[in-house]
Each structure stands twice: as C-alpha cells, then as structure tokens.
C-alpha cells in the first residue's frame, strides 16, 4: 500500500478498497487529518464536514464489508465546491448575499455520487458567485499550493487548491467560461468541462444559464473519467439535460493514438491579442512533439471567429448574470464583492441588440469548429495564456482579454486541461485538448495517454 | 461618456453612487470598444441558434 493515502489517485484507491486492502474510514480520517494541518494556510475549504464524512466513510465500510461494493467512486473523499447544494449544508456560491443559505435538497450531481459511496469532506471555496476575482467576500480566497503566494485561478479555485495539495481525491468544479480548466492548469491537475447537455446542473448556483457547465477535477485523467461514470446522464429536472446514453469512460482510455488528427490554431496562439507566454508556448510545443511522437497527426487549422470568441463568451456570460442578480444588486449591492459587482452591473448595460449580435457571433463560432471537427478529431491549445500569478488582478479587464476556454463554452464541446510541464519559476502549465460534442471519451484517451506519457504524475507540491 | 453610462445604468434599473460610476466607467468605455468587434464582424447571415448542440 503506498505510503501517503492523500497522494493515491481515485483508480488505485479504489481497487484497493473493492479488495478490502484499504478501509474507507482510514482513508477519510487521513484526508481529515491532512485538512487540519495544512488547510489554515492553503484556505481551499470553507465547510469542513469531519463529522458527516467520518459517518459516511463508517457507512461505506459496512456496506462493502457486507457485499455491497457500489463501484469505483465507493468510499472515495472528495471535495464540493460551495455552489453545488448540499442538502441542509449550507451553500453560499461564496457570497454575502447567500450567507445562511441552507438548501433542502442534494443538487443531481452530488445526489449521484452520494448514491455511488462517495464521501463528502467539505465544501470548497471558490470565486463569488463563480465569476468575482481576488476579492474576498464572506471566506477568505484559496492559495496556489505550488506558491502561496499565486493565486490558483477560478472560478473553482478551492477545487484546484484542494486536488493539487492532496486534501481531497476529486472535486467538482463548474465552467462557464474555463472556471474548472483555468485552475487545473493554474494547480498542476485534470480538469474536464464536458460537453453542454451531458451533466446535470440542477441544484448548481448559475453564472450563465446558457454557458454554464459541471465537471469533475481530480490528480489524473483517469480519476475525471472514473468521476464523470457516477455523475453523466439525462437529469428530466434539468431542461438543458440531454438523454443521450452515457458510454464507458474507461473502456478507451488507453487507446493508441496512432492516426489520430489533432488540429492547431497556431493563428490564435501566436496572436498578439492573447499574448501567450513564451514558457507556456514552449511547454505546449514539447507536448505537440510527444503527441506525434505517440502516433498523432499533428495538423494546422484556421479558426477565424476565435478573433471574437472571448468578446462573446463575456458578453453572453455578464448579461445573463446581470439578468439573475438584478433585483440584488438594486436591494444590496453592499452584500456583492467590488469585482463580481462590477462585472455584473456591466453586464446590465449591454442592450438587447448587443446580447442578439453575440448570439450571432456564437452560431458562427459554432460553425466554424464543427466544419473543422470534420477534418480534425481533436483540437489541442495551452490550457492558459500565463502561469499563475498573483493576486491582485484586475478580473474586469482580464474578462475581455483573448482566452483559450471561452469557445467550448459558446460551443458547449467538452475541453480537458492536462498538465504538460511548469514555467521558469515552477508553476504548474496545462495542455487543452477539445473534442466534438458526447465525445467525451477521446478527449479521455488522448489526454490519459498524454499524461501517462509526459512523465509528470509524481510531480507534486511540495507542502 | 459617463453621462451616457449613467442614462443607460438607470435604463437597466440600477442608481448607482457616483464613486461606483467612477470606478466603473472606465471597464465601461473598454467593454464599449471590445464590443465593436461584434459589429464590425459580418454576422449578418447567422441566426442566433440556442441550439449548439443537437445538430453535431
């Protein structure tokens, strides 16, 4: 058994408790353990639920040690953020405004994976309202476990903090324009945004109805897709729900990738306007070697509307959100951090014609990757224009600044960020690899077989 | 500019104090310019589908 349960990834543990070599109970009291002594500093939880774990991890133990194995995520700790409810837990979305919010009811996703033994430690801090920046509303902002001194990127920063330092095995994060891939790459994890329709976002705080997404992060591509099994599928009480059958994540993880066409903006990522940092394009040029090394057809494409993408995405994004908070941003507006309150008002002063032109431009954009997702199968760019910087950003203009996340949100087409290497000054870099709608299980493969390859997973902080 | 911001905050229901308009008015002007991109783009023949997915 290895040494450090914290450092085990979700596929090891969980063998090892399907064979009853490792007790549920051991395993959460060392997550609990680890909490208590590093989470002072590192600020990812803002509800720990040691004694609601302890009870669920005694439960999973009995119920296994009965026969009632339920499957890889059984009796594995993990980490909410705090938009997800939680029945009588409170959750906030990290906001004054819903600072004694106590839900009545599991949201689907937690629901999901409390009915396949997961043990919930904690809820986990996260950006307000999964859009506010460096403020610090009700709880203090998680650290970068790789230098507390950085911020660890959001919106589901406690989800990237906690994965990363090893105080949960897996955590749930959301997306509405990189919240889940931004802090996997910003902490040196796997972050996968599925595709639109895929995961249910019923009893999930919203930022924007038609952008927002839910997802699993966790320490490799394996534990996502081990996650995604116990949580993907139809949710009738979700209305952007799709009944689609869900495959075995699994089943083609480690698929060759041999003949595989991977497409690359390079227009886009040379561009001035996103300003990519030249260790992020460095890392992201070594991975492309590695990928063709591994078998890939390594293709150029031209994606003309990502010129405009990130414009759309935020406009899209603060005018639904504006159209959410309106009537509290008029009866508090005190209760709302400077820069979600900020971001939200300018969301307000979009008119109907402008929220109309940026529909039009998504339908372009949605177009336009379609038609290449016809020549190529998957589109591969760095997760982030930078590493991890530190915390007194300016989120408003950082929202209208070029990003590589914001057309899998217009697109709804499910993106993974992978780690590939670190800068100059140690901090984590992410590869992004997109794929076509429901095709969860190659961007799975492809990501497994690069991060299996790349020779980083012992790679942790060091704490 | 601010002028204009101001009218249009309160077309969107909101009467903010002047040291809110101050601070914001300069993401204002930038959000403004950003948007131009949009109008300057030819979007003309594209419906604004909320159907991203079914079709693929």
Redesign the interface.
Known sequence: MPNSLHFMTIAEASKLIANKELSPVTLTESFLERIEALDGSLKSYVTLLKDEAMHEALVAEKDINNGDYKGPMHGIPIGVKDLYDTKGIRTTGQSKVLENRVPLEDSTVVAKLKSAGAITLGKLSMWEFALGGPDTSIFEISRNPWNLDRQPGGSSSGSGTAVAAGLCMGALGSDTGGSIRIPAAFCGIVGLKP???RVSRRGVLPLAW?LDHCGPMAWTVEDTALMLQAFAGHDHLDKTS?NIDVPDYTFNLAKSLKGLKVGIPRHYINSPLVGTDSDVIDSFDSGLALLADLGAEIVEIEIP?L??AT??NT?IMIAEA?SYH?EN??SQ?ENYG?SVR?SF??G???TSG?Y?????????I??EF?AILKEVDIIATPSQSAPAGPFNFDL??LL?TPNYWAPYN???MPAISVPSGFSSDGMPIGIQFAG???EETTVLNVGHVFQTSRGLLDNRPIL | MSESFETILKHAGLNLPIDEINRLSPYFELYSETLKQLYEADLTAHEPANQFIADN
Do not use: C
């Open positions: 595709t639109y329709g038609s799709v509307s010129a405009y414009t759309a406009l504006f309106r941003l008029i507006p400077d900020g008002i300018l307000g002063t979009y402008d109309q032109r940026a529909l039009r431009a998504r339908s372009i949605r177009d379609k408003l203009a209208m217009e697109t709804g076509r709608p429901f």
